[in-house]
């Protein structure tokens, strides 16, 4: 019998209509997940006439999607995209940059990968830093 680790946090912080979310997947995501993980974004955003969304995903451990799953990111980043300005998918596998690029195809924002999660950090705050100067 083969046991296998399965977990999922999310963080959302929020300063007026900006909104910083945090996710960190272990194993692979269910769509079970996305029941908890959709209701709570929406909620949130839904707070809020035009958020603008920063997501930091620590994937590091996280091992893919069943494909009910797949489906339902798909969802909830075609019912978000232009509220998402910036996601940083902070990661290990080669499989997770190619993610990135496809994401790109279905959200307005930007979205990077990196092996570095400072470089991560530091990238979703630029923009914020060089409007502050």
């Keep these: 019998m083969?046991?296998?680790?399965?977990?999922?946090?999310?963080g959302i912080e929020r300063s007026g209509c900006e909104f910083f979310l945090t996710l960190k997947a272990?194993?692979?995501l269910t769509h079970k997940d996305y029941e908890v993980i959709t209701p709570m974004i929406d909620s949130a955003l839904g707070e809020v006439?035009?958020?603008i969304v920063n997501v930091l995903i620590d994937g590091t451990e996280l091992d893919g999607w069943e494909l009910r799953a797949a489906w339902d990111d798909l969802k909830l980043g075609l019912k978000h995209n232009k509220e998402f300005k910036k996601i940083a998918i902070y990661g290990n596998k080669d499989w997770q940059s190619t993610i990135a690029k496809l994401g790109s195809w279905f959200v307005s924002g930007e979205i990077q990968y990196f092996e570095n999660?400072?470089?991560a950090l530091e990238w979703?705050?630029?923009n914020d830093e060089e409007a502050d100067a």
Excluded: E
Aim: glycine share 10%; charged share 10%.
């Design 49 to 51: 006439k035009h958020p």
């Design 2 to 10: 083969v046991n296998s680790t399965h977990g999922l946090s999310i």
């Design 117 to 119: 999660a400072t470089a």
């Design 26 to 28: 272990i194993g692979t």
């Design 124 to 126: 979703l705050k630029s």
